[in-house]
Protein backbone atom coordinates (compact mmCIF):
# COMPACT_ATOMS: atom_id res chain seq x y z
CA UNK A 1 0.00 0.00 0.00
CA UNK A 2 2.52 2.16 1.10
CA UNK A 3 4.93 2.03 -2.11
CA UNK A 4 1.32 2.44 -4.07
CA UNK A 5 0.62 5.45 -2.26
CA UNK A 6 4.09 6.63 -2.90
CA UNK A 7 3.27 6.22 -6.89
CA UNK A 8 0.34 8.01 -6.38
CA UNK A 9 2.33 11.28 -4.77
CA UNK A 10 4.94 11.23 -6.90
CA UNK A 11 2.99 10.83 -10.12
CA UNK A 12 1.43 14.07 -9.35
CA UNK A 13 4.24 16.04 -8.30
CA UNK A 14 5.93 14.51 -11.43
CA UNK A 15 4.68 17.49 -13.71
CA UNK A 16 6.08 20.22 -11.81
CA UNK A 17 9.93 21.78 -12.39
CA UNK A 18 12.76 20.08 -11.19
CA UNK A 19 16.00 22.24 -11.89
CA UNK A 20 17.64 23.07 -8.57
CA UNK A 21 19.45 19.95 -6.95
CA UNK A 22 22.76 18.89 -6.07
CA UNK A 23 25.65 17.08 -7.70
CA UNK A 24 27.73 14.22 -6.02
CA UNK A 25 30.31 12.40 -6.77
CA UNK A 26 31.85 8.60 -5.34
CA UNK A 27 35.77 7.32 -6.32
CA UNK A 28 36.90 3.98 -5.30
CA UNK A 29 40.32 3.67 -6.35
CA UNK A 30 40.91 4.53 -10.15
CA UNK A 31 37.21 4.67 -10.92
CA UNK A 32 34.78 7.63 -10.24
CA UNK A 33 31.32 8.59 -10.73
CA UNK A 34 29.43 11.75 -10.60
CA UNK A 35 25.54 12.47 -11.05
CA UNK A 36 23.00 15.23 -11.08
CA UNK A 37 20.19 14.79 -9.14
CA UNK A 38 17.31 17.54 -9.04
CA UNK A 39 14.96 18.74 -6.97
CA UNK A 40 12.29 22.19 -7.00
CA UNK A 41 13.63 24.04 -4.56
CA UNK A 42 16.96 25.28 -3.27
CA UNK A 43 15.83 24.41 0.45
CA UNK A 44 15.30 20.74 -0.68
CA UNK A 45 18.72 20.60 -1.87
CA UNK A 46 20.33 22.10 1.06
CA UNK A 47 18.42 19.35 2.82
CA UNK A 48 20.12 16.12 4.59
CA UNK A 49 17.98 13.56 3.72
CA UNK A 50 18.15 14.87 -0.16
CA UNK A 51 21.70 15.33 0.17
CA UNK A 52 22.42 11.84 1.70
CA UNK A 53 20.05 10.19 -0.85
CA UNK A 54 22.12 11.59 -3.91
CA UNK A 55 25.37 9.93 -2.10
CA UNK A 56 23.62 6.76 -2.30
CA UNK A 57 23.03 7.43 -5.79
CA UNK A 58 26.49 8.46 -6.65
CA UNK A 59 27.62 5.25 -5.30
CA UNK A 60 25.20 2.90 -7.34
CA UNK A 61 26.55 5.14 -10.73
CA UNK A 62 30.04 3.77 -9.51
CA UNK A 63 28.62 -0.01 -9.99
CA UNK A 64 26.00 0.21 -12.30
CA UNK A 65 26.38 -2.21 -15.40
CA UNK A 66 23.45 -0.12 -17.03
CA UNK A 67 23.81 1.02 -20.70
CA UNK A 68 21.16 4.43 -20.43
CA UNK A 69 19.35 5.82 -17.64
CA UNK A 70 16.04 3.81 -17.77
CA UNK A 71 17.76 0.55 -17.26
CA UNK A 72 20.03 2.38 -14.26
CA UNK A 73 16.49 3.20 -12.64
CA UNK A 74 15.01 -0.32 -13.29
CA UNK A 75 18.31 -1.85 -11.64
CA UNK A 76 18.38 -2.84 -7.95
CA UNK A 77 18.78 -0.01 -5.57
CA UNK A 78 22.30 -1.57 -4.04
CA UNK A 79 20.76 -0.71 -0.36
CA UNK A 80 17.87 -2.43 -0.60
CA UNK A 81 18.34 -5.08 -3.46
CA UNK A 82 14.13 -5.65 -2.74
CA UNK A 83 13.61 -2.37 -4.59
CA UNK A 84 14.42 -0.80 -7.82
CA UNK A 85 16.39 2.80 -8.34
CA UNK A 86 13.13 4.26 -9.14
CA UNK A 87 11.19 2.76 -6.26
CA UNK A 88 14.14 4.62 -3.87
CA UNK A 89 13.40 7.79 -5.76
CA UNK A 90 9.56 7.52 -5.78
CA UNK A 91 9.82 6.87 -2.04
CA UNK A 92 12.16 10.40 -1.47
CA UNK A 93 9.49 12.40 -3.05
CA UNK A 94 6.89 10.85 -0.68
CA UNK A 95 9.28 11.85 2.24
CA UNK A 96 10.63 15.32 1.01
CA UNK A 97 7.45 16.22 -0.87
CA UNK A 98 9.18 17.83 -4.30
CA UNK A 99 8.74 16.30 -7.27
CA UNK A 100 12.94 14.68 -8.08
CA UNK A 101 14.62 13.49 -10.65
CA UNK A 102 17.74 11.52 -11.28
CA UNK A 103 18.80 13.54 -14.26
CA UNK A 104 22.04 12.04 -15.32
CA UNK A 105 25.39 10.25 -14.18
CA UNK A 106 28.72 9.46 -15.72
CA UNK A 107 32.19 8.00 -15.02
CA UNK A 108 35.33 7.28 -15.42
CA UNK A 109 38.17 5.53 -15.08
CA UNK A 110 42.10 6.02 -15.23
CA UNK A 111 45.33 5.17 -12.96
CA UNK A 112 44.50 8.04 -11.10
CA UNK A 113 40.76 10.24 -10.84
CA UNK A 114 40.24 13.27 -8.36
CA UNK A 115 37.55 14.80 -7.87
CA UNK A 116 35.88 18.40 -6.97
CA UNK A 117 32.70 19.93 -6.23
CA UNK A 118 31.90 23.51 -5.98
CA UNK A 119 29.30 25.64 -4.17
CA UNK A 120 28.15 23.01 -2.19
CA UNK A 121 27.28 20.71 -5.29
CA UNK A 122 26.29 22.97 -7.93
CA UNK A 123 28.76 21.83 -9.89
CA UNK A 124 31.09 18.90 -9.91
CA UNK A 125 34.40 18.02 -11.57
CA UNK A 126 35.55 15.02 -11.98
CA UNK A 127 39.14 14.17 -13.89
CA UNK A 128 40.72 11.22 -15.50
CA UNK A 129 44.63 11.44 -15.41
CA UNK A 130 47.53 9.14 -17.02
CA UNK A 131 50.57 9.05 -14.64
CA UNK A 132 53.24 6.81 -13.51
CA UNK A 133 53.60 8.64 -10.52
CA UNK A 134 51.09 9.08 -7.79
CA UNK A 135 51.94 11.53 -5.17
CA UNK A 136 50.64 14.41 -2.93
CA UNK A 137 52.41 17.31 -5.44
CA UNK A 138 50.49 15.39 -8.62
CA UNK A 139 46.96 14.97 -6.90
CA UNK A 140 47.11 18.53 -6.04
CA UNK A 141 47.88 19.74 -9.55
CA UNK A 142 44.94 17.72 -10.93
CA UNK A 143 42.83 19.22 -8.33
CA UNK A 144 43.64 22.57 -9.32
CA UNK A 145 42.89 21.30 -13.00
CA UNK A 146 39.74 20.16 -11.14
CA UNK A 147 39.10 23.33 -10.15
CA UNK A 148 39.99 25.30 -13.43
CA UNK A 149 37.25 23.29 -15.22
CA UNK A 150 34.79 23.98 -12.81
CA UNK A 151 35.17 27.81 -12.92
CA UNK A 152 36.00 28.07 -16.85
CA UNK A 153 34.04 25.63 -18.33
CA UNK A 154 36.06 23.99 -20.97
CA UNK A 155 34.51 21.76 -23.53
CA UNK A 156 37.37 19.49 -25.08
CA UNK A 157 40.88 18.72 -23.67
CA UNK A 158 42.71 19.54 -26.01
CA UNK A 159 42.10 20.74 -29.58
CA UNK A 160 42.98 16.89 -30.93
CA UNK A 161 39.32 16.05 -29.67
CA UNK A 162 37.48 19.01 -31.53
CA UNK A 163 35.79 18.17 -34.43
CA UNK A 164 36.31 18.90 -38.02
CA UNK A 165 32.84 19.92 -38.57
CA UNK A 166 33.20 22.08 -35.73
CA UNK A 167 35.90 23.72 -37.28
CA UNK A 168 34.26 23.79 -40.17
CA UNK A 169 30.90 25.46 -39.14
CA UNK A 170 33.04 28.20 -36.77
CA UNK A 171 34.99 29.42 -40.11
CA UNK A 172 31.99 29.62 -42.08
CA UNK A 173 30.73 31.98 -39.38
CA UNK A 174 33.68 33.84 -39.18
CA UNK A 175 34.15 34.07 -42.60
CA UNK A 176 30.62 35.56 -42.89
CA UNK A 177 31.07 38.00 -40.72
CA UNK A 178 34.46 39.21 -41.86
CA UNK A 179 32.59 39.37 -45.27
CA UNK A 180 29.90 41.52 -44.16
CA UNK A 181 32.32 44.10 -42.66
CA UNK A 182 33.11 46.67 -45.76
CA UNK A 183 36.86 47.02 -44.48
CA UNK A 184 37.87 43.56 -43.73
CA UNK A 185 36.09 42.32 -46.82
CA UNK A 186 38.35 43.89 -49.13
CA UNK A 187 41.13 41.78 -47.48
CA UNK A 188 43.07 39.68 -49.81
CA UNK A 189 42.31 35.99 -49.20
CA UNK A 190 45.31 34.91 -47.38
CA UNK A 191 44.79 37.67 -45.34
CA UNK A 192 41.10 36.80 -44.39
CA UNK A 193 42.23 32.98 -44.37
CA UNK A 194 44.77 34.00 -41.63
CA UNK A 195 42.63 36.44 -39.71
CA UNK A 196 39.87 32.89 -39.71
CA UNK A 197 42.56 30.87 -38.39
CA UNK A 198 43.48 33.30 -36.09
CA UNK A 199 39.93 33.35 -34.34
CA UNK A 200 39.96 29.50 -33.92
CA UNK A 201 42.81 29.44 -32.33
CA UNK A 202 41.68 32.40 -30.02
CA UNK A 203 38.52 30.29 -29.38
CA UNK A 204 40.66 26.39 -28.85
CA UNK A 205 41.89 28.93 -25.52
CA UNK A 206 38.58 29.63 -24.10
CA UNK A 207 37.20 25.76 -25.07
CA UNK A 208 40.24 23.95 -24.53
CA UNK A 209 41.51 22.58 -21.44
CA UNK A 210 44.95 22.78 -22.29
CA UNK A 211 45.38 25.55 -24.11
CA UNK A 212 43.48 27.74 -21.47
CA UNK A 213 45.57 30.09 -19.46
CA UNK A 214 46.09 28.12 -15.79
CA UNK A 215 43.75 30.15 -13.24
CA UNK A 216 46.64 30.37 -10.80
CA UNK A 217 49.37 31.02 -12.89
CA UNK A 218 52.12 33.83 -11.46
CA UNK A 219 52.68 34.78 -14.33
CA UNK A 220 49.05 35.36 -15.90
CA UNK A 221 50.21 33.96 -19.30
CA UNK A 222 51.01 29.98 -18.56
CA UNK A 223 48.87 27.56 -20.08
CA UNK A 224 47.11 24.55 -18.26
CA UNK A 225 49.69 22.49 -20.44
CA UNK A 226 52.70 24.19 -19.04
CA UNK A 227 51.49 23.55 -15.64
CA UNK A 228 51.09 20.02 -16.36
CA UNK A 229 54.84 19.99 -18.01
CA UNK A 230 55.79 21.68 -14.83
CA UNK A 231 54.48 19.38 -12.07
CA UNK A 232 55.33 16.52 -14.18
CA UNK A 233 58.78 17.47 -14.20
CA UNK A 234 59.43 18.86 -11.12
CA UNK A 235 57.82 14.95 -9.80
CA UNK A 236 59.68 12.64 -12.36
CA UNK A 237 56.25 11.93 -13.76
CA UNK A 238 54.67 11.43 -17.09
CA UNK A 239 51.31 13.41 -16.67
CA UNK A 240 48.64 14.03 -18.70
CA UNK A 241 44.92 14.50 -18.28
CA UNK A 242 42.55 12.35 -20.46
CA UNK A 243 39.61 13.03 -19.92
CA UNK A 244 36.72 14.98 -17.63
CA UNK A 245 33.52 15.17 -16.82
CA UNK A 246 31.82 18.54 -15.48
CA UNK A 247 27.97 18.64 -14.37
CA UNK A 248 26.39 22.17 -13.43
CA UNK A 249 22.80 21.55 -11.30
CA UNK A 250 20.18 22.45 -13.94
CA UNK A 251 21.51 23.46 -17.02
CA UNK A 252 19.75 23.33 -20.03
CA UNK A 253 16.55 23.13 -17.82
CA UNK A 254 13.83 25.36 -17.55
CA UNK A 255 13.68 27.32 -14.08
CA UNK A 256 10.37 27.98 -12.00
CA UNK A 257 9.67 31.13 -12.70
CA UNK A 258 8.14 32.59 -9.08
CA UNK A 259 5.51 35.17 -9.45
CA UNK A 260 5.25 37.21 -6.60
CA UNK A 261 3.48 39.87 -8.08
Same mark, same amino acid.
Given at each position: ?22 CR ?7 ? =??? @??? *?? +???? #??? /???? &??? $? ?19 ? =??? @??? *?? +???? #??? /???? &??? $? ?27 IV ?49 QI ?83
Amino acid at each position: YLRKNGQAKAEKKASRIAAEGICRIAIDGTKA =AIV @EVN *SE +TDFV #AKN /ETFQ &TFV $ESVAKQALTTTAADMDAFMAE =AWA @EDT *SK +TVKD #ALV /EKVA &TIG $ENLNIRRYETIEAPVVVDYIHGGGRIGVIVAAETDVVNDAVKEALKNIAMQIAALNPKYVSADEVSEEYIAHEKEILLAQIMNDPKESQKPEKVIEGMVMGRIKKEFKEICLLDQVYVKAEDGKQSVAQYIADVAKANGANLSVKKFVRFETGEGLEKKQEDFA
